[in-house]
């Protein structure tokens, strides 16, 4: 360093010294200053403890302090000013100091903040997060809840307001009688907006009404609705991030109509509902948070979108709902509900409106199937059967008895078309190949001669199908599944895990789930039991008997572990059920020899009923010229 640079510091040093010390505020100064911090933290204090008396400062007073504290450079930032300006007669309730209420009881406990009188956060005491916290439904400032309308040409924001509780009680314990929470924001001494929330015992419903009193002084007499806003993060609750999001959805129920619901699957879903609503639900996949309207929601905005995979929330929700309101009215209540709690049949069922059908069952028959067969079995088995495992065993066979005709039937017209086979290919190939209806014809001639419905087979399937589909819509929805164990699945709500990957699979996974490579293992063995194989009368079968397992498999493996163990099941009785029947009900040289009276012309001379299959086929070849033969 040289000697130019050495002075050129030292001037600088000298210069930056000398500023401050001729810059310093006098004694006077600082007196003067501390005096008008004191005066404004006064009003401050007189503002805030107004709010609580019914007015000790009015609005035009908070809208001078305001202004006199952004004058004055203290610490009240342009933006809140700006929102004390523009809240009018609520100036008061912009400035306060936040306090959190709590109401409890058996089941959840609610705390509630003074800063938008809202629900701050809600934990649900029975239940546990995968990695065991407590299950916190939602919580945090991000959450709006609140009404926003104007107000002497302003836009009033509840959400950003300071309320005050009605009462010195800041935790309450609901035991064996309802209790409320009462919380009131002023917009002057005798017209206010207040909350009251009321908890009953072991209850996950809340009561919530909405009252406004006075407020035909503040809000204009031609406005005829107000608008609730209500947002909110949906946190991740379950180990498999992608089976929850697949269940975790808004919903929401048309007054005295159906429930819909959005896509899960989609990245974003906004709609405009212009009709009337009773209800909107913020659905995670075991849990809800609801909010149900005594009068109904005039119309709808609705928002949901999905939140990146890092993230410790898997969804955000906002609705924008439209209440119907009198302005003219002095005293009037808007009613409301509040719903946090489980999606679980019954607990929602016997609230009504249709709560049950957060619980996604399926629809039509689907839905009738699980309702009024498997899930009163489910617990009624589960009134005396701790085991999940056990009773999914016990459903299991349940359900493969009340199917065992249909599957005999299917059994053994599939047994009958492999038996026939070697016959078809003898009457066919004997027809040119070019003539197609001709070859089809003699097939259904000879199937009709061996009393064989081509059909046969393929129709108890089909009526077997939805009930494959309801099971599969009713264990993944199934909350009694949650956390429960069984064998070396730790959740049978989620995936089981033998082995965690260090790398990803597209559509599989990081994990290798035990129960769907067992239930793909047996489902090649059912498969290839009933098909037969080689000797298969359906081309492309073979081809279907590896793909299809291998394509559970990777569809399935993040799927409930209840679900894959009870396909794993119902797997290994049909393959008992087939070797049952082959075994001892169907005995196939007794088959070939009837076909071979039928064809010879030696059997029995009644004719065979044809089949509707048969019968179209006939009045075809008729059409085109051909002559079925006797």
């Given at each position: 360093?040289?000697?130019?640079?050495?002075?050129?510091?030292?001037?600088?040093?000298?210069?930056?010294?000398?500023?401050?010390?001729?810059?310093?505020?006098?004694?006077a100064?600082?007196?003067e200053?501390?005096?008008q911090?004191?005066?404004?933290?006064?009003?401050r204090?007189?503002?805030?403890?107004?709010?609580?008396?019914?007015?000790?400062?009015?609005?035009?007073?908070?809208?001078?302090?305001?202004?006199s504290?952004?004058?004055?450079?203290?610490s009240?930032?342009?933006e809140?000013?700006?929102?004390?300006?523009?809240?009018?007669?609520?100036?008061?309730?912009?400035?306060?100091?936040n306090?959190?209420?709590?109401?409890?009881?058996?089941?959840?406990?609610v705390?509630?903040?003074?800063?938008?009188g809202?629900p701050?956060?809600?934990?649900?005491?029975?239940?546990?997060?995968?990695?065991?916290?407590?299950?916190?439904?939602?919580?945090?400032?991000?959450?709006?809840?609140?009404?926003?309308?104007?107000?002497?040409?302003?836009?009033?924001?509840?959400n950003?307001?300071?309320?005050?509780?009605?009462?010195?009680?800041?935790?309450?314990?609901?035991?064996r009688?309802?209790?409320?929470?009462?919380?009131?924001?002023?917009?002057?001494?005798?017209?206010?907006?207040?909350?009251?929330?009321?908890?009953?015992?072991?209850?996950?419903?809340?009561?919530?009404?909405?009252?406004?009193?006075?407020?035909?002084?503040?809000?204009?007499?031609?406005?005829?609705?107000?608008?609730?806003?209500?947002?909110?993060?949906?946190p991740?609750?379950?180990k498999?991030?992608?089976?929850?999001?697949?269940?975790?959805?808004?919903?929401?129920?048309?007054?005295?109509?159906d429930?819909?619901?959005?896509?899960?699957?989609?990245?974003?879903?906004?709609?405009?509902?212009?009709?009337?609503t009773?209800?909107?639900?913020f659905?995670?996949?075991?849990?809800?948070?609801?909010?149900?309207?005594?009068?109904?929601?005039?119309?709808?905005?609705?928002?949901?979108?999905?939140?990146?995979?890092?993230?410790?929330?898997?969804?955000?929700?906002?609705?924008?709902?439209?209440?119907?309101y009198?302005?003219?009215?002095?005293?009037?209540?808007?009613?409301f509900?509040l719903?946090?709690?489980?999606?679980?049949?019954?607990?929602?069922?016997?609230?009504?409106?249709?709560l049950?059908?957060?619980?996604?069952?399926?629809?039509?028959m689907i839905?009738?199937?699980?309702r009024?067969?498997?899930?009163?079995?489910?617990?009624?088995?589960?009134?005396?059967?701790?085991?999940?495992?056990?009773?999914?065993?016990?459903?299991?066979?349940?359900v493969?008895?009340?199917?065992?005709?249909?599957?005999?039937?299917s059994?053994?017209?599939?047994?009958?078309?492999?038996?026939?086979?070697?016959?078809?290919?003898?009457?066919?190939?004997?027809?040119?190949?070019?003539?197609?209806?001709?070859?089809?014809?003699?097939?259904?001639?000879?199937?009709?001669?061996?009393?064989?419905?081509?059909?046969?087979?393929?129709?108890?399937?089909?009526?077997q199908?939805?009930?494959?589909?309801?099971?599969?819509?009713?264990?993944?929805?199934?909350?009694?599944?949650?956390?429960?164990g069984?064998?070396?699945?730790?959740?049978l709500?989620?995936?089981?895990?033998?082995?965690t990957?260090?790398?990803?699979?597209?559509?599989?996974?990081?994990?290798?789930?035990?129960?769907?490579?067992?239930?793909?293992?047996v489902?090649y063995?059912?498969?290839?039991?009933?098909?037969?194989?080689?000797?298969?009368a359906?081309?492309?079968?073979?081809?279907?008997?590896?793909?299809?397992?291998?394509?559970?498999m990777?569809?399935?493996?993040?799927?409930?572990?209840?679900?894959?163990?009870?396909?794993?099941?119902?797997?290994?009785?049909?393959?008992?059920?087939?070797?049952?029947?082959?075994?001892?009900?169907?005995?196939?040289?007794e088959?070939?020899?009837?076909?071979?009276?039928?064809?010879?012309?030696?059997?029995?001379?009644?004719?065979?009923?044809k089949?509707?299959?048969?019968?179209?086929?006939?009045?075809?070849?008729?059409?085109?010229?051909?002559?079925?033969?006797r």
């Amino acid at each position: 360093m040289d000697r130019n640079t050495i002075i050129g510091i030292l001037l600088i040093t000298g210069l930056l010294i000398g500023y401050s010390v001729l810059m310093k505020p006098s004694e006077a100064q600082i007196r003067e200053m501390k005096r008008q911090q004191d005066s404004l933290d006064r009003v401050r204090t007189e503002v805030v403890a107004g709010q609580a008396t019914l007015g000790a400062a009015s609005a035009s007073d908070v809208v001078s302090a305001a202004d006199s504290l952004t004058q004055t450079g203290d610490s009240l930032s342009l933006e809140d000013t700006a929102m004390v300006r523009a809240s009018g007669a609520f100036a008061p309730a912009t400035i306060g100091a936040n306090e959190w209420i709590t109401l409890e009881n058996s089941v959840m406990k609610v705390i509630f903040s003074t800063r938008g009188g809202r629900p701050w956060s809600v934990e649900l005491k029975d239940y546990k997060r995968y990695d065991g916290s407590p299950l916190i439904l939602f919580s945090g400032d991000s959450t709006v809840f609140g009404l926003n309308f104007f107000a002497q040409n302003r836009q009033v924001s509840t959400n950003e307001l300071f309320f005050t509780p009605v009462g010195n009680q800041r935790h309450i314990t609901v035991e064996r009688d309802s209790s409320s929470l009462v919380m009131r924001v002023y917009a002057s001494e005798d017209a206010y907006i207040e909350y009251v929330y009321t908890m009953y015992p072991g209850e996950y419903m809340l009561g919530f009404d909405v009252r406004m009193s006075g407020m035909d002084q503040v809000i204009a007499r031609n406005i005829n609705s107000l608008d609730f806003q209500w947002q909110q993060f949906s946190p991740r609750q379950e180990k498999g991030a992608e089976n929850e999001n697949n269940y975790t959805a808004i919903y929401y129920k048309f007054l005295n109509d159906d429930v819909e619901d959005f896509s899960a699957a989609k990245d974003l879903v906004e709609e405009h509902i212009i009709n009337k609503t009773s209800w909107v639900a913020f659905k995670q996949q075991f849990f809800s948070s609801v909010l149900i309207s005594g009068k109904g929601f005039e119309s709808s905005q609705l928002r949901q979108e999905k939140l990146p995979d890092q993230s410790s929330h898997i969804k955000f929700y906002s609705a924008g709902l439209t209440l119907a309101y009198d302005a003219r009215v002095r005293e009037q209540v808007l009613p409301f509900s509040l719903y946090f709690g489980p999606n679980h049949f019954q607990t929602l069922r016997k609230h009504g409106q249709d709560l049950e059908k957060l619980v996604p069952l399926g629809g039509s028959m689907i839905r009738w199937f699980n309702r009024y067969l498997v899930i009163p079995v489910f617990n009624w088995l589960n009134t005396f059967i701790s085991s999940y495992g056990i009773i999914i065993l016990i459903l299991t066979i349940i359900v493969k008895i009340i199917l065992l005709p249909l599957t005999y039937k299917s059994y053994l017209s599939m047994a009958k078309m492999k038996v026939v086979k070697p016959f078809v290919d003898e009457v066919t190939k004997k027809i040119p190949a070019d003539k197609a209806m001709e070859k089809q014809q003699a097939t259904m001639n000879l199937y009709k001669k061996a009393g064989i419905n081509p059909m046969g087979g393929c129709l108890p399937l089909l009526v077997q199908m939805p009930v494959l589909f309801a099971l599969f819509r009713f264990f993944p929805s199934s909350i009694e599944l949650r956390q429960e164990g069984f064998l070396w699945a730790t959740d049978l709500s989620t995936y089981d895990s033998i082995l965690t990957l260090p790398f990803e699979i597209p559509f599989y996974g990081d994990h290798v789930s035990l129960f769907t490579i067992l239930m793909t293992a047996v489902t090649y063995i059912s498969m290839k039991m009933t098909s037969g194989q080689e000797n298969t009368a359906m081309p492309g079968m073979k081809t279907m008997m590896y793909m299809m397992p291998v394509m559970f498999m990777v569809f399935l493996n993040n799927f409930s572990s209840g679900l894959t163990y009870y396909y794993f099941l119902a797997n290994v009785i049909t393959i008992a059920q087939n070797y049952t029947f082959k075994k001892f009900f169907v005995n196939e040289q007794e088959i070939i020899r009837k076909i071979q009276l039928a064809t010879s012309g030696k059997g029995a001379k009644e004719p065979v009923k044809k089949s509707a299959f048969q019968k179209k086929l006939e009045e075809m070849a008729k059409k085109k010229g051909y002559k079925p033969s006797r």
